[in-house]
Structures are given as C-alpha cells and as structure tokens.
C-alpha cells in the first residue's frame, strides 16, 4: 500500500529535494506552499515544474497559517509521515520583518500541531536550525546543549517551534522530530545565500562582501545528504528506549536531532571552493559581523548515525562544484 507524505513549503529549496526524494522511494506526496515572494518566484515555479508531471505528487498552494487549510488538508489525505519545512527563512530579514515570521513560523506551525492533534499522523518531523544554539561557543552543538539565549527572532521562532511541539507531544501522544541543520546549499538554493550570492558575484566580476572580516566558519551541509538524512529519520520514531547520547524527552514522544556534516569549514575555505568551481578569482569586501549572526558552527551527528546508521559526508568541494554546474545551467551563464 503507498504511504502517504505531506510536505511544506514544498516549493522551497529543501522542500523540492525532499518531495523528489520521497517521490523515488515510492511515497505519495502532497506538497503545500504558499509561494511567498521572500525570493524570485520563478525559481520556486521552476522547482515545481519537475514535480507536477511525477506520479504521486499533489500541489497545494496555501498559507498553512490561514485557519483550516491544514486541517481540511488532513481529513482529506491522512498522512502517515509529515515533514514540516515551510517557515519565514533568513536570519537578516527577520530583524526588518519580524511579524512574518510570527505568521508563518509561530502560528503556521500551530495550525499544523492542531491538525496533528485531530488527525495524528505515525511521525512528524519538524525543521529547526543550527540557529537554535544561539550565544552556544562550545562546539560541536550537541543535542542536549542549552539553547536559551537566541541571537536572532529568526532563531527564537524557531526554538519556540520546538517546546511548542514538545507540549503537544506530551499532551496528545503525538511522536515528533526536530531536526536541526547547519548551512544547507546546492543545486536549486536560496538566492540570498551565501553560496549563491557569492556565485553570482563571482561570475558577474563584482565584489562579494565577506562578514566578520572573513573569520567566520560554518558546517556545511549538502541537500542530498540533509534529505537523506531526513528520509531515514521517518522510520525513527520516538518512543521509549533512547539510544546512546539520546536527546528524547523523559515526558514525551519528541526527540531533537542534528543533521550536519559534523566539519566546520572556514568560510574563506568556502569560497576558494567557489573560485575553483567557476575557475574566477573573488574580489573580497572585508565587512563586520551582521547582527544576529555567530561566528561558527559545528555540528555533533552521532545521535543522527546511532538512529539511521547514515552520515552526511559530501565534501564541501564536490557540493560546491555541482551547485556552480546547475548555476551556470539554470541561468545559462
């Protein structure tokens, strides 16, 4: 019998890899997006537009905040796995829009608790961020680190989807994931990411701006694998024997887990990966940190090894050089 999936913000960067991998493996996928323009929305009708023709996949386009949509859309599929990727991104935009971020992240992800709640599906896994870990300087973040002290409304939204999930889980027996992951990127990335943004640059002859005069690292984290990654932890589903070094809650069926490459790459290191892959010098603008932003991260992924027997391991040369590939593909550069 195929499974069914509901996906968020499918039409967004790890959405769309992640309805295409659920897609091969046999799932049936229903995808909801609200197609904000945050980004160029054609890039987001680009991605659809090889995921409409597959055999299994439902478009939605909605605002999983608006009252209903998510409930109508669980009576009506009943999915036995959710992945709940749509959310108000960036942790620079959320200092000039906060309130969008209250709508999609805040009140989004309580619409989805509550059509959870009435139409519990077998596992739920929720996207947070390595954001989570906030003024956190001792490094590799692992799972049961304190995450008190937020740098971002970014990140605080999407710690308080965490303790919000956990309420439920405990209350209504709902099995939750948070997964937390670090600098995703690749083919069909965000335009104000980094990788992206320094690409364009690059390939356009013009100065890409460095923060924290260049003192910055990151544990850069390739789609493929964060999906992989995701994918595998569905049939992990929280219940009552932690394995070793175990984030799951003592109360409820809710555990948080990293998926990162468990490296931290120099962001200088990053864009000679990025100078190589285009086969152009960047012309570097040394700049001071941005508020809300930190210096490194570094993510400890033993607990996502113990639970899936997988780490993400595609080095951040090899992921660089197939972003730039699809880059000079898609916008025939």
């Not at 160029?40 to 478009?59: C, I, S, Y």
């Not at 701006?209 to 910055?216: A, F, I, Q, R």
């Not at 994918?231 to 109360?251: K, W």
Request: proline share 6%; hydrophobic share 40%.
């Amino acid at each position: 019998m195929t499974r069914t999936a509901l996906v968020t913000g499918s039409a967004g960067f790890i959405g769309f890899h992640t309805c295409a991998r659920l897609l091969d493996d046999g799932w049936r996928v229903i995808g909801i997006d609200a197609m904000t323009d945050y980004y160029d929305v054609a890039l987001k009708e680009a991605r659809l537009a090889h995921l409409l023709p597959r055999d299994g996949f439902t478009e939605v386009r909605a605002r999983i905040e608006v009252p209903g949509v998510l409930h109508d859309l669980f009576a009506t599929h009943r999915p036995e796995a959710v992945i709940h990727l749509a959310a108000q991104a960036g942790v620079r935009h959320s200092i000039d829009n906060p309130e969008s971020y209250v709508e999609a992240n805040l009140i989004g992800t309580f619409r989805l608790l509550e059509a959870m709640r009435a139409f519990p599906p077998a596992h739920s896994l929720l996207a947070s961020t390595s954001s989570a870990y906030g003024a956190n300087t001792r490094m590799p973040y692992a799972e049961n680190m304190k995450t008190d002290h937020p740098m971002s409304f970014y990140a605080a939204t999407k710690k308080a989807n965490e303790v919000m999930a956990h309420s439920y889980a405990h209350l209504y027996r709902l099995p939750v994931t948070m997964f937390r992951f670090f600098t995703v990127y690749g083919p069909w990335g965000r335009p104000d990411m980094a990788l992206f943004k320094f690409t364009k640059a690059i390939l356009e002859d013009r100065p890409v701006d460095v923060y924290n005069h260049g003192e910055m690292a990151r544990d850069f984290t390739y789609v493929t694998d964060l999906v992989d990654g995701i994918v595998r932890l569905i049939a992990a589903v929280p219940g009552t024997d932690p394995v070793e070094g175990d984030s799951l809650s003592p109360v409820a069926p809710h555990r948080i887990v990293n998926i990162g490459n468990s490296t931290s790459v120099r962001l200088l290191d990053f864009i000679e990966a990025i100078e190589a892959a285009t086969g152009r010098r960047a012309q570097k603008n040394f700049m001071d940190m941005q508020p809300g932003d930190v210096p490194a991260t570094w993510a400890e992924s033993s607990l996502l090894q113990h639970l899936t027997q997988y780490k993400p391991q595609t080095p951040v040369s090899e992921g660089v050089a197939r972003f730039v590939a699809w880059y000079r593909d898609f916008y025939e550069t």
